[in-house]
């Protein structure tokens, strides 16, 4: 006897959706909190005389180290203020690569 058309197995009718949560997480979920991780390792491992740029793009060098704060020496002796979370990897990486 042959199964009737509407009983088709579960599984399949799920095999796309599934795929699709795959796909999605090791494009756009996992990439992501790789990115957060390297951040946060690049922010817990500067010290004092680093170059930084700000996310704002702010050039300057690391002159003191606080909880959760830098104290950034900018161009003219000048003295900001910045919350650690205000550091861009990218930025930063790209700036210390150039000299």
């Known amino acids: 006897m042959a199964p009737a058309a509407g009983n088709s197995n579960p599984i399949m009718s799920f095999l796309p959706l599934i795929l699709i ?20 390792n690049f922010i817990e491992n500067l010290s004092k005389g680093d170059k930084i740029v700000t996310v704002g793009g702010i050039h300057g060098k690391i002159a003191e180290i606080n909880d959760d704060t830098f104290l950034m020496e900018i161009e003219g002796g000048v003295k900001m203020k910045i919350d650690r979370v205000s550091v861009s990897l990218e930025a930063s990486k790209k700036l210390n690569e150039t000299k």
């Open 21 to 40: 949560a795959v796909v999605f997480y090791f494009f756009m979920i996992r990439p992501q909190t790789k990115r957060m991780k390297d951040q946060k």
